[in-house]
């Protein structure tokens, strides 16, 4: 079994930044792909930004230029560094990882963009 545990959402102005991070915990035994998605109110869960093992990224065509993922193997964290965040990153930001081919997911952190 894995553990994500997502932090670092709140509320910030229109463009402003935020840095959010997701530990994983449990049955991982070498560096795995990680990822995260975003679900705004009403719309689809979205990929925001993907790390593989080799540390090959893809990001959203919403967010380049601006996220940054990033990873720490040694404390089997990612981050994402969201700069010049607008009201449309709006949503709750969600950890996934894949273990063994198996997906798991964190319980989500609300990232607020707001004046």
């Known amino acids: 079994q894995v553990q994500l545990v997502e932090s670092g959402g709140g509320l910030v102005q229109p463009g402003g930044s935020l840095r959010l991070s997701c530990a994983a915990s449990?049955?991982?035994?070498?560096?795995?792909?990680m990822a995260w998605y975003r679900q705004a109110p009403g719309k689809q869960r979205e990929l925001v930004a993907f790390?593989?093992?080799?540390?090959?990224?893809n990001y959203g065509d919403s967010v380049k230029g601006r996220f940054t993922i990033s990873r720490d193997n040694a404390k089997n964290t990612v981050y994402l560094q969201m700069n010049s965040l607008k009201p449309e990153d709006t949503a709750v930001y969600y950890c996934?990882?894949?273990?063994?081919?198996?997906?798991?997911w964190g319980q989500g952190t609300q990232v607020t963009v707001s004046s």
């Open positions: 790390i593989s093992s080799n540390n090959n990224i």
């Open positions: 449990g049955r991982i035994f070498s560096i795995e792909p």
């Open positions: 996934w990882m894949r273990v063994l081919g198996i997906i798991y």
